[in-house]
Structures are given as structure tokens and as C-alpha cells.
T-cell receptor, first 112, second 108 residues
């Protein structure tokens, strides 16, 4: 079975630009979560989607948005990029509320 | 706001030694997870603890959960170099929140 896949793997953007990150969950997983991980820190929760509806939102500005599609894949959008948005963005999926998250390999975003 | 605190944040061990990593959390939750992250890699699930008193073991690692104390421990027995990684605990009252991680280095 394919795991969680994310694209692109690396991305370089300049301040003020917009970025879209993509994620495909494991087949059969209806929940997708997004995390931001800055080097040396734990993953910070951004969004959770379940059955195409937002189930949770972390403490991130409105420049961050996401959506989930009918096939359960998801996009994370970040507008007006700041240098501080440079991080590894992780997507994770799980089957239900009692199961662990399965993480993708992440998208490394660098903002210059 | 939910807080998940791990200690120590950095741990350097000799091979063959035992040690415990602690995870405290600030809200009621019956679900706690441990993950491992190797440098430059993504996170991998190690243990899922779903009730008070739950204990799970895999190889040299054993995790336990005390929901009344809001405390989980990850015990390392007779450490080997391959266990060098960063270990995260995470609590899931509604969405999964992670601690800052414990960076473990096992030296020969």
C-alpha cells in the first residue's frame, strides 16, 4: 500500500509569494492533518480535515488555509509568505480518532 | 491551551544503560502516542496508549500511561546506537498535539 504522499518535496519561494502544498492520504483514511515543523522543534498543528470538513485549526494566521477534496486528498495554501514560514510541512492521515497518524515525508519550504 | 512537555529535551546515553523519558500534558486525555523521528526523516509511530495503566513494549522500548497524573513514560532498556533519534509524545483530545521532542544520542 502506498503511504502518505506529499508534493513537492522541496520548494523555494520569495517573501510575499503564495504557495500550495499537496497531500494524498493512505487509501481508506478520511482524516488529513497538516503540521509545521521548524528545525529542532516538535510538529505544530495547523489544520485537521475529516470528510472534507475542517475539524480543527491551530494557532496560525489567516494566511494559512486548507481544503480537502472528495477523494480525501488535501491542499495547504499559504499566502503572503514570510521568512518565518520556512519549515518542513508535514501531512498526516489516520483512519479514526484512536489510530496513530501516518506521516508523509514532508515538503521543505524555504522562503528567501 | 493544551501543553505537552517532555523532559529531558536532550539525552546522551552510553550503550547498555537504561533511561526514562517523561511526557506531561495539561488536559484530560485517554489517548497518548509516541513517535520517532530520524534526522532528515518524517515521523514514525511507535506506540498508541489508549487507557489509564496501558503499557506497551517493543524491543528495548516500553511506554506507559497514567491518565490521572497526566504522565507518560518511555523507558529505554540497554540502549543501543540504533535507538539514536528524536522521540516525540503526542496527546489527542481532539487533534494531535506534540511535545518538543527528546533528542537521544546513544554512544558506544
Amino acid at each position: 500500500d502506498a503511504g502518505v504522499t506529499q508534493s513537492p518535496t522541496h520548494l523555494i519561494k520569495t517573501r510575499g509569494q503564495h504557495v500550495t502544498l499537496r497531500c494524498s492520504p493512505i487509501s481508506g483514511h478520511k482524516s488529513v492533518s497538516w503540521y509545521q515543523q521548524v528545525l529542532g522543534q516538535g510538529p505544530q498543528f495547523i489544520f485537521q480535515y475529516y470528510e472534507k470538513e475542517e475539524r480543527g485549526r491551530g494557532n496560525f494566521p489567516d494566511r494559512f488555509s486548507a481544503r480537502q477534496f472528495p477523494n480525501y486528498s488535501s491542499e495547504l495554501n499559504v499566502n503572503a509568505l514570510l521568512l518565518g514560514d520556512s519549515a518542513l510541512y508535514l501531512c498526516a492521515s489516520n483512519r479514526d480518532g484512536n489510530s496513530p497518524l501516518h506521516f508523509g515525508n514532508g515538503t521543505r519550504l524555504t522562503v528567501t | 491551551e493544551l501543553k505537552v512537555e517532555q523532559n529531558p529535551l536532550f539525552l546522551s546515553m552510553q550503550e547498555g544503560k537504561n533511561y526514562t523519558i517523561y511526557c506531561n500534558y495539561s488536559t484530560t486525555s485517554d489517548r497518548l502516542y509516541w513517535y520517532r523521528q530520524d534526522p532528515g526523516k518524517s515521523l514514525e509511530s511507535l506506540f498508541v496508549l489508549l487507557s489509564n495503566g496501558a503499557v506497551k513494549q517493543e524491543g528495548r522500548l516500553m511506554a506507559s500511561l497514567d491518565t490521572k497524573a497526566r504522565l507518560s513514560t518511555l523507558h529505554i532498556t540497554a540502549a543501543v546506537h540504533d535507538l539514536s533519534a528524536t522521540y516525540f509524545c503526542a496527546v489527542d483530545p481532539t487533534d494531535m498535539r506534540f511535545g518538543a521532542g527528546t533528542r537521544l544520542t546513544v554512544k558506544p
